[in-house]
């Protein structure tokens, strides 16, 4: 009996280890592409004040199927749909990518993002 609940106990931990862990790591991920995609903003100046880009030139153009199924998840182009979205990031008339860097801080700090 007591080998019984032992195992069980072992079980439930094991199911709450991964239901953490289902929702935290890809949290993770999420925050550090933010951070990525607003390091190749700056390092490509490709800030409002200078010059927009496009999402090819920036390298953060969703991959092709033949390579999701063959390399790890790329969540970069998800951060830079949420940075977007959020208006950290404005989308030209010809469908160029530009950072307002005045709004990176406040960011940052409301989501604790770096």
């Given at each position: 009996?007591?080998?019984?609940?032992?195992?069980?106990?072992?079980?439930?931990?094991?199911?709450?280890?991964?239901?953490?862990?289902?929702?935290?790591?890809?949290?993770?991920?999420?925050?550090?592409?933010?951070?990525?995609?607003?390091?190749?903003?700056?390092?490509?100046?490709?800030?409002?004040?200078?010059?927009?880009?496009?999402?090819?030139?920036?390298g953060l153009e969703p991959k092709s199927l033949?390579?999701?199924?063959?390399?790890?998840?790329?969540?970069?182009?998800?951060?830079?749909?949420?940075?977007?979205?959020?208006?950290?990031?404005?989308?030209?008339?010809?469908?160029?990518?530009?950072?307002?860097?005045?709004?990176?801080?406040?960011?940052?700090?409301?989501?604790?993002?770096?």
């Amino acid at each position: 009996m007591e080998t019984e609940s032992i195992s069980l106990f072992y079980w439930m931990m094991l199911f709450a280890l991964l239901w953490v862990a289902f929702f935290t790591i890809p949290r993770y991920l999420i925050k550090r592409a933010v951070s990525q995609v607003i390091s190749i903003f700056r390092q490509s100046h490709s800030l409002c004040s200078e010059s927009p880009k496009t999402v090819n030139e920036l390298g953060l153009e969703p991959k092709s199927l033949a390579d999701r199924m063959l390399k790890l998840r790329d969540y970069k182009p998800y951060a830079l749909q949420i940075l977007v979205y959020t208006g950290v990031v404005r989308v030209t008339n010809d469908e160029k990518v530009c950072l307002l860097e005045e709004k990176v801080p406040e960011l940052l700090q409301m989501n604790k993002l770096a």
